[in-house]
């Protein structure tokens, strides 16, 4: 088994437990199995497209949060209202912004 699987169930667990779920209640949400979620956690199994879609709304993450956890070190940003010409300005700024902190590093 690849690191990435690995990364992606430990980051779901990870996030079910910030959001102060139990399996068996994130399971109920997706409409799944207990097991069927253990198995994702675990790595066993990976979700599908539109699960994957539905943990990330459930949990409030990104795809990068869920695929790169190493890269998410603060929240999740949420660009909702703003204009696609405000939400890529802002992306723009946090790109400068985390380049001006690996450069301090």
């Known amino acids: 088994m690849s690191a990435d699987m690995r990364a992606l169930g430990e980051s779901i667990r990870a996030a079910r437990m910030r959001k102060g779920l139990t399996q068996e209640a ?3 949400m997706l409409d799944i199995t207990p ?3 253990k198995n994702m956690e675990s790595s066993r199994r990976n979700p599908s497209v539109p699960l ?9 993450l990104s795809v990068d949060a869920l695929v790169f956890p190493e890269r998410q070190k603060g929240g999740v ?5 703003l204009s ?3 939400a890529e300005a ?3 700024l946090v790109d400068v912004m985390r380049q001006e902190n690996r ?3």
């Open 26 to 28: 994130l399971a109920e």
């Open 35 to 37: 097991i069927h979620l």
């Open 52 to 60: 994957l879609f539905a943990l990330m709304e459930i949990l409030d």
């Open 77 to 81: 940003l949420h660009t909702n209202g």
């Open 84 to 86: 696609e010409a405000e």
């Open 90 to 92: 802002l992306s723009r």
């Open 103 to 105: 450069n301090r590093d």
